[in-house]
């Protein structure tokens, strides 16, 4: 395999949130796992999907990537470069290729900002601090190029957030991600909040600019059939570890542990003659919270293939069972 | 055939006055709900789905909202000319509702006994010891494990999914007719979805409630709908059989709709298709068809007037030019 064709290689990645009590003298009593080590890469050019339920740690897992949380452990190779280690003013060179779009096109958006201010944000910051030599005008006439690459009309540069759809705003997201012309882009589910005829288009949007820019995305949602379009490999989490990674056909066509099975098996499909004759794995119970250390598999209390001993002593680790396809499930490899 | 119809919606209007104008919600809506069925009601946000429901509740907030026009009959009786007392009466009994967010609508300062044997008391007459009993035996119906002792639980003491789950128990309680589900998974993970909707399926069998499912999420409708009703900009544009509307939509919003849903089952990579521009505003509406900005077999006669609605077979209707022509 060419890896020098990795741009991000995440290594035992933690991220672990303090619970406190007391009001004066606080006192952490535990921690919220939110991120209990994951390991993946992405190369150049390829759509990575992070896929999973609410609370399984895919947006954290995007956050400590850009470094907006501080990662409990691990390193995050970028461009051969550990994020995790960097100084301060470094890691802001390192930033301006990797940029981030949100979920929520209302809350990502400064309500007292024109839209043409926000998408230049990026590029002021940058320019104030002499890492990018752009003058005012280049910088105006850059962020109108920016909205008409998204589809905005440039005679909306002066108009404040609230004057847009949804959709508008969502493109407003995408040109600020742009702006400085990152390599790789976290979209943090950047459709969820959209109806779906403005999803489509958003995700068109994506995948042209993908092309046109060689952009590289770690694509985050909740909707399977949304990351089965888009991505080329997936990760599926859940509890805060990666339950499997594989191409995103193989993925679909062939998924190996019982967990993505079952998330895909309840996936509703838009098609009542197939609906009738399917049939569905449902799984009994809800997702347990992340605030203890397991000792066993993460996914042992709702599995329906659990193993009594095997499966609950022991933590099965991201084995590669298939060409391209990574499990972490005692059904594919046995414990050491 | 019409015997069996329980609830017969006509010519429904609810407008909202805002400053900036009068919000035409919903603007002529009719649809029938038969004994034992489950209708689903499709559309993006802001078509009016939840709203003309709401209305057949009178749980539209006046002012702003208005029903200005049009009728509601609950086997023949109209509700909108009923008192207050008496559709206080019908809410929870007769006809039910369960709403999007499970949190918001239960209220968290009582303990799940207290909301579901007060309103067993209230509509049934049973007194305390029989209410709770029959609370239990809900609970146990939606699969809450332990239901006897998980009764005298607080809201936030659920996750989501069970919190929908004692929502449907309450909903169910009194054996309504009919049980309005407004958006009852969107809030919940696929895999908590599918028990959910299992359990309304079920149930909604068992005790021969007829269901009106409000949703976003045409998957959802696939699987549980025996008919649907297509919204747009506060009308209804199609109306069909669950297999007709998906294996044969006519209106080109609903063939937009259904083509530009990524599916599983038939992945494809490349470009989705996708309708162009945005919904439109509901402020102040032209007597066009709302559609027709959108539309790309847009006529004429579409920036002029509204369509009237098409019947094509027994079955569907339509509201679109292109088949009133020529038809």
């Known amino acids: 395999m060419a890896d020098n064709n990795i741009l991000l290689e995440v290594k035992n990645l933690k991220m672990h949130f303090p619970i406190e009590e007391g009001l004066l003298f606080k006192k952490r009593v535990g921690s919220i796992r939110a991120v209990d080590g994951i390991d993946f890469v992405i190369r150049s050019g390829e759509t990575m999907g992070l896929v999973g339920e609410s609370g399984c740690g895919k947006s954290t897992t995007a956050r400590a990537i850009a470094q907006l949380y501080t990662p409990t452990a691990g390193e995050v190779i970028f461009k051969g470069r550990d994020l995790c280690t960097l100084p301060k003013n470094e890691l802001l060179k390192e930033r301006m290729d990797l940029q981030m779009i949100f979920q929520d096109p209302y809350g990502s958006l400064n309500p007292r900002m024109t839209a043409g201010d926000i998408i230049a944000e990026p590029l002021t910051v940058y320019a104030n601090r002499k890492l990018i030599d752009m003058s005012r005008q280049d910088i105006r006439k850059r962020v109108e190029e920016l909205m008409e690459k998204v589809g905005l009309s440039r005679f909306f540069i002066n108009r404040y957030p609230h004057e847009f759809s949804g959709g508008q705003r969502q493109r407003i997201g995408v040109a600020r991600a742009l702006a400085l012309n990152p390599k790789l882009i976290l979209a943090d589910e950047p459709v969820s909040a959209l109806d779906v005829s403005i999803q489509s288009q958003i995700l068109n949007l994506l995948q042209d600019l993908q092309d046109e820019f060689k952009l590289t995305y770690l694509f985050i949602a909740h909707d399977l059939a949304v990351i089965e379009h888009i991505s080329t490999r997936v990760a599926v989490m859940y509890l805060g570890i990666i339950a499997e990674i594989a191409d995103s056909t193989t993925l679909y066509k062939k998924p190996l542990h019982p967990y993505t099975k079952a998330l895909l098996s309840a996936v509703p499909i838009p098609d009542p003659v197939v609906e009738r004759k399917r049939q569905r794995i449902i799984l009994e119970g809800d997702v347990p919270s992340p605030d203890q250390e397991r000792s066993g598999c993460y996914f042992y209390d709702r599995c329906p293939n659990a193993m009594a001993d095997k499966c609950k002593n022991n933590i099965p680790p991201l084995k590669e069972v298939e060409k391209n396809q990574q499990v972490a499930c005692f059904l594919y490899s046995d414990p050491e | ?327």
């Open chain 2, 1 to 327: 055939m019409n015997s069996d119809v329980i609830l017969k919606v006509e010519n429904l209007k609810t407008y909202f006055n805002t400053d900036d104008g009068i919000v035409k919600a919903v603007d002529g809506v009719s649809f029938e709900l038969h004994k034992g069925e489950t209708l689903g009601i499709v559309g993006e946000s802001g078509c009016g789905k939840s709203v003309s429901n709401l209305s057949v509740m009178k749980l539209i907030p006046s002012p702003p909202g208005k029903i200005m026009a049009g009728k509601a009959l609950l086997y023949g009786e109209n509700i909108f000319d009923m008192t207050s007392d008496e559709v206080r009466r019908l809410r929870g009994n007769r006809i039910s509702m369960i709403f999007q967010d499970p949190m918001t609508s239960l209220n968290p300062f009582l303990r799940i006994s207290t909301q579901m044997v007060e309103t067993i008391r209230l509509h049934q007459g049973m007194d305390r010891k029989d209410a709770k009993k029959k609370a239990v035996e809900m609970l146990q119906l939606v699969g809450i494990p332990n239901p006897g002792k998980r009764v005298v639980d607080y809201p936030h003491q659920f996750s989501g999914g069970m919190r929908q789950r004692v929502m449907i128990a309450m909903a169910l309680s009194c054996n309504p007719e009919i049980l309005i589900a407004d958006e009852p998974t969107s809030a919940l993970d696929v895999t908590i979805q599918a028990q959910i909707l299992e359990i309304i399926k079920e149930l909604t069998r068992k005790l021969g409630t007829a269901v009106i499912m409000i949703t976003h999420d045409l998957g959802v409708v696939a699987g549980i709908c025996d008919k649907i009703n297509v919204m747009y900009a506060g009308k209804i544009v199609e109306e069909a059989p669950v297999d007709d509307l998906f294996h044969d939509p006519q209106h080109p919003y609903t063939r937009g709709l259904i083509k530009s849903v990524p599916r599983l089952d038939k992945p494809h990579k490349g470009r989705l298709f996708s309708i162009e521009g945005q919904p439109p505003n509901v402020i102040d509406l032209p007597d066009c068809c709302p559609f027709h900005p959108r539309c790309k077999q847009a006529l004429d006669i579409c920036r002029k007037k509204y369509p009237p609605e098409t019947a094509i077979g027994e079955k569907r209707c339509v509201s679109c030019w292109l088949f009133k022509e020529g038809k």
